[in-house]
């Protein structure tokens, strides 16, 4: 795995290999940024954004973010084994003051971030996760996103999750077995 843009570009990261983890593919994660770099949907900017990592493992969509000119990164996983392949990466490429690794589950998490909002959001929920609904809901009631945001999911393409009721959502990718939805809160 590596970071595929901007000035960390081609810079290796470091992934688990184990049954519980299901590292983001690069041209899954190019596909995303093309997306959001160059659709007409989408009016966030990655350059200065803040952006929230949820589900975050080794944290490929985090660091590519930093990588393009993110501002603040949060990253969120529980999994100790991922979070020290992250600290690990993150150390690697040097980073440091943007960053922020949150080792809870979200939901535990949401009580630290009660002061930030968010530009960019990115869940990664394991496929079989279908509880990662209730985090969008505890993020539209706590309203910690800026008014111009999006919300990219990655699923499994046959998923069904009943989102609607949470985004507006934009545009729907699929890309082998990965569905990529990019969203607004309502």
Not at 20 to 31: A, C, G, M
């Amino acid at each position: 795995m590596r970071v595929i843009g901007g000035k960390f570009r081609g810079k290796s990261i470091k992934f688990l290999k184990i049954p519980s983890t299901r590292p983001l593919k690069d041209s899954v994660k190019e596909n995303i940024f093309n997306v959001l770099n160059h659709s007409n949907e989408i009016n966030v900017e990655i350059l200065n954004s803040n952006v929230l990592d949820l589900y975050s493992g080794i944290g490929s969509f985090g660091l590519e973010c930093i990588s393009r000119g993110a501002k603040n990164i949060t990253f969120i996983e529980k999994d100790i084994e991922a979070a020290n392949v992250l600290k690990t990466n993150l150390a690697s490429l040097s980073i440091s003051m943007n960053a922020k690794l949150i080792n809870k589950k979200i939901e535990d998490s949401f009580k630290l971030l009660e002061e930030e909002k968010f530009d960019i959001f990115f869940f990664d929920p394991p496929f079989k996760d279908t509880k990662f609904t209730e985090n969008l809901k505890i993020i539209l009631q706590n309203k910690i996103f800026n008014k111009n945001h999006i919300v990219i999911i990655h699923r499994e393409k046959e998923t069904n999750d009943n989102i609607n009721k949470f985004l507006d959502i934009k545009i729907t990718k699929y890309y082998g077995r990965s569905k990529i939805v990019f969203g607004t809160f309502i």
